[in-house]
């Protein structure tokens, strides 16, 4: 059964960049046309998708975020990686990564996520 | 860039009906679906494509969407249903969610 699983620093300065991976195990993360996503919730707050990219390496950003974000994969490792430069204090979440099916027309949306990644800036 | 709006909070006394609203511009237009999350767990697709169910959601819950507004209901809602609620939609290669709804079961 396909499982996804954050990892990363728990704690960044200020203006450092925050990297995390996520791992995908039980299934290959370039053989089947799926959306790879990140989408991050600050304490307390709602939910906030980050960016996506499609298996074939197409990548799509948050417009708000968009000039700070870089998501990329290593497809030997199963992994995608999300990198997210000149952090502040709100940029402290929950990091998740999910899947998207990739059912076309619109029709998108993360039907697995993995467990969440709390993420303290701060000096 | 397009928007959700969610009520903050719905409450609902156990065995009867909760409804939660997501609109949107031409949200009819789109495909809607909705995420269940309780306190400290990852977010739980709950519907997909407006209306369908993955398997394992119970019945009880079902959705629409239509004009500007998209509807989750939780027919004969159990205290194990309290939770935060999202909607999510897809717009111009961006996915959107919805502000969240805190769903109380009285």
């Known amino acids: 059964q396909l499982q996804l699983q954050e990892s990363g620093p728990g704690l960044v300065k200020p203006s450092e960049t925050l990297s995390l991976t996520c791992t995908v195990s039980?299934?290959?993360?370039?053989?089947?046309?799926?959306?790879w996503g990140w989408i991050r919730q600050p304490p307390g707050k709602g939910l906030q998708w980050i960016g996506s990219?499609?298996?074939?390496?197409?990548?799509y950003y948050n417009p708000s975020l968009k000039s700070r974000v870089t998501i990329s994969v290593d497809a030997s490792k199963s992994q995608f990686s999300l990198k997210l430069s000149s952090v502040t204090a709100a940029d402290t979440a929950v990091y998740y990564c999910?899947?998207?099916?990739?059912?076309?027309?619109?029709?998108?949306?993360?039907?697995?996520w993995g467990r969440g990644a709390l993420v303290t800036v701060s000096s | 860039s397009y928007e959700l709006t969610q009520p903050p909070s719905v409450s609902v006394s156990p065995g009867q009906t909760a409804s939660i609203t997501c609109s949107g511009d031409?949200?009819?237009?789109?495909?809607v679906c909705w995420y269940q999350q309780k306190p400290g767990q990852s977010p739980m697709l709950v519907i997909y494509?407006?209306?369908r169910r993955p398997s394992g959601i119970p019945e009880r819950f079902s959705g629409s969407n239509s004009g500007k507004t998209a509807t989750l209901t939780i027919s004969g809602t159990q205290a194990m249903d309290e939770a935060d609620y999202y909607c999510?939609?897809?717009?111009?290669?961006?996915?959107?969610f919805g502000g969240g709804t805190k769903l109380t079961v009285l």
């Open positions: 999910a899947r998207d099916p990739a059912n076309g027309h619109g029709n998108n949306y993360f039907d697995l």
């Open positions: 039980g299934g290959s993360i370039s053989s089947s046309s799926y959306y």
């Open positions: 990219m499609y298996y074939t390496g197409t990548t």
């Open positions: 031409k949200l009819g237009d789109k495909y």
């Open positions: 494509q407006d209306t």
């Open positions: 999510q939609a897809w717009d111009s290669s961006t996915w959107v």
